[in-house]
């Protein structure tokens, strides 16, 4: 991602954002059906919204996945 904006906003050449643009928001679709799976079997619903919010703050899910691993938001 680092090298397709600059080259379409710097270059005019698109063909990097047109491929990588789609994969990534399939990702990001994936991620949130992983968050909405998880609250219905092991966390609490403060786990999908702080999950949700991480999304959007690089680095965020790996912060938000250590979080999980330490046991935060599970539902006992």
């Given at each position: 991602?680092?090298?397709?904006?600059?080259?379409?906003?710097?270059?005019?050449?698109?063909?990097?954002?047109?491929?990588?643009?789609?994969?990534?928001?399939?990702?990001?679709?994936?991620?949130?059906a992983?968050?909405?799976?998880?609250?219905?079997?092991?966390?609490?619903?403060?786990a999908?919204?702080?999950?949700?919010?991480?999304?959007?703050?690089?680095?965020?899910?790996?912060?938000?996945?250590?979080?999980?691993?330490?046991?935060?938001?599970?539902?006992?």
């Amino acid at each position: 991602m680092g090298v397709a904006m600059p080259l379409k906003y710097l270059g005019g050449n698109e063909i990097l954002v047109k491929l990588l643009g789609p994969i990534h928001g399939m990702l990001f679709v994936i991620y949130i059906a992983m968050l909405f799976l998880g609250v219905s079997k092991t966390w609490n619903k403060n786990a999908f919204v702080i999950g949700f919010i991480a999304a959007i703050v690089p680095g965020g899910p790996f912060w938000f996945e250590s979080k999980l691993k330490a046991g935060n938001w599970s539902v006992d």
